[in-house]
């Protein structure tokens, strides 16, 4: 008994591990979500670098191929220099109709052969070749239209150039001491009152034999790196790993700050309008209300005297106190949630604003909207009529405008409202310390809905103020849905 009892205790701690991989906790998925990209990072990076690290050394090599081709280069030039000096005397005094001048130097030319495979050619601007010490097949045979294995042209090329002065060629040719064929550079000289082209080669397969030698070396040395690079991207991807948790609570706990201070600003918002509307109950209804009451007195006192002519005058007072304070209270009633902008929508109910600011401040105010073929949706409506309502009590409190338009329209892109004024503008950034609540609830409530808000004013200028709030395509409905009536927006 006591041996099964230690068996069921011994695996306990097995099933709390594998229901722990089953079901992870908050963090576990946070740490399996952020470990997830970083090793594809570190992936993509090592195979980046294994690339890059191939390119380079191809560019390496490439040079150093480049760089002992200019030195087979050089090497030929000097070995046609050398050829052409060794027979000026006679190519400078001969006509070019003399043939024994020219038999002098291709004899000349016949004997300068050097290495295992070096030799001088001469072909004339016809295409017989005239000197070829190292494969005298070709002597007095015409050759033009020649072309090597790759049907590279090869004799006509060495006329080309000769008729141009000077050049280099390459092609693949035989190579006299092995009998194959190999790659080989040619450097032609033009004789042209002889109309010769002379020249020489070497043959470039040592080259091709250092540069394949240096790429074996290179990828051999790319390898080591990729290893070497793949220990330092999982090292590195540990520490970022260990850095991205760090930073994520880091960031958490910022933005468990931020919240409580956004959600701090919400209940001061909410405090500030309870406020606002008790001030307003209790300066206008309030005492409205005590001045029907005192009327009604008046009026029921008169009454009880029979002076009902005397109770005429309390009681109009107070008829007329209870119609002002039921104006009241409906002004409030649509501050708090306009009743015509879920009747008719948002073009009336902006309509409605600007009349009413209009009638109460006596600024010249024009609206103008479209009817929207996409309408908006409920959650943009109440933002734009809230930022043109917070924009225009802005207006009445600082702007000391004469004139303010609002434009409300759709476009391909979704939907802008413009409001402008003709005052003063905002101060300047150095004279404010932040941005005002009004104009910080406008910015919060335009970036809830995934829009743009755009502020643009000069101070002091008397050109005003614009406000742009502009919403995506993502919050207008589809037009004709069931169940709607079309309606302005």
Known sequence: MIRYKNLTNSGTPCM??????????????????????????????????????????????????????????????????????????????????????????????????????????VYDYDGTNLVSPRQTEYINRNWAGLTDSDGVPVVDEFIRLARDGAGWHSFTWEKPSTGEEAQMIAYVLGLQDWQWAIGTGVFIDDVLATVAASRAEVEARVQRTFFYIGGITLVSLILVFASGMFLNIRERRLADAKLKELTQRVFDAQEEERGRVARELHDGISQLLVGVRYALDNTRRRLTRGDSEAAQAPLEKGTENLLTAITEVRRISRDLRPGVLDDLGLGPALKALTDDFAARTGIETEFSTVVFRNRLDQDSKIALYRIAQEALTNIERHAEATKVSIDLRGHKRGATMRITDNGRGLPPRDARSGPGIGLRNMQERIEQLDGALRILSSRGTQSGTVIEASLPLSHLLPPGEEGTPVQLP
Request: hydrophobic share 50%; glycine share 6%; charged share 20%.
């Open 16 to 121: 709390r591990l594998f229901d722990t991989l089953l079901r992870p906790n908050y963090a576990q998925k946070l740490s399996l979500l952020m470990t997830l990209p970083l090793i594809v990072a570190g992936t993509a990076i090592a195979v980046l670098v294994g690339y890059q690290s191939r390119a380079l050394a191809e560019r390496e090599i490439q040079a150093l191929e480049l760089q002992l081709l200019e030195a087979k280069k050089a090497e030929l030039r000097n070995y046609v220099t050398q050829a052409r000096n060794g027979f000026a005397h006679i190519y400078g005094l001969a006509a070019p109709d003399d043939a024994k001048a020219k038999e002098r130097v291709t004899q000349i030319l016949s004997a300068m052969i050097y290495g295992k495979d070096g030799f001088f050619f």
